[in-house]
């Protein structure tokens, strides 16, 4: 079983940065992708980013060039690094690891940006 926890949520303010960390448990082989999704208030869920098995990463149009996801593997750790953030980023932020088989989320972190 495949457990994921986030952090690294919190208040803001435009332009700024913050970074988030999804700590993983549980043994995960074969192609996997991860990646982090978020949810505003009143919206659906949407894709971020995504990291998969071979290194290749995607990148929603609307964070491409501010936001960059990375994995620590010794760590087993999927971070992302947002810069530049704008009010429309706020939102709860969720982990996801697909393997393809197995669909796996992590309970969340808020992320607000406000002055």
């Known amino acids: 079983q495949v457990q994921l926890v986030e952090s690294g949520g919190g208040l803001v303010q435009p332009g700024g940065s913050l970074t988030l960390s999804c700590a993983a448990s549980?043994?995960?082989?074969?192609?996997?992708?991860r990646g982090w999704y978020r949810q505003a208030p009143g919206k659906q869920r949407e894709l971020v980013a995504t990291l998969n098995s071979g290194g290749m990463t995607n990148y929603a149009a609307s964070v491409k060039g501010r936001f960059t996801i990375s994995r620590d593997s010794a760590k087993n750790t999927l971070y992302l690094q947002m810069n530049g953030l704008r009010p429309e980023d706020t939102a709860v932020y969720y982990c996801?690891?697909?393997?393809?088989?197995?669909?796996?989320w992590g309970q969340g972190t808020q992320v607000t940006v406000s002055s």
């Open positions: 996801n690891v697909n393997t393809g088989r197995r669909n796996y």
């Open positions: 549980g043994s995960i082989v074969g192609f996997v992708v």
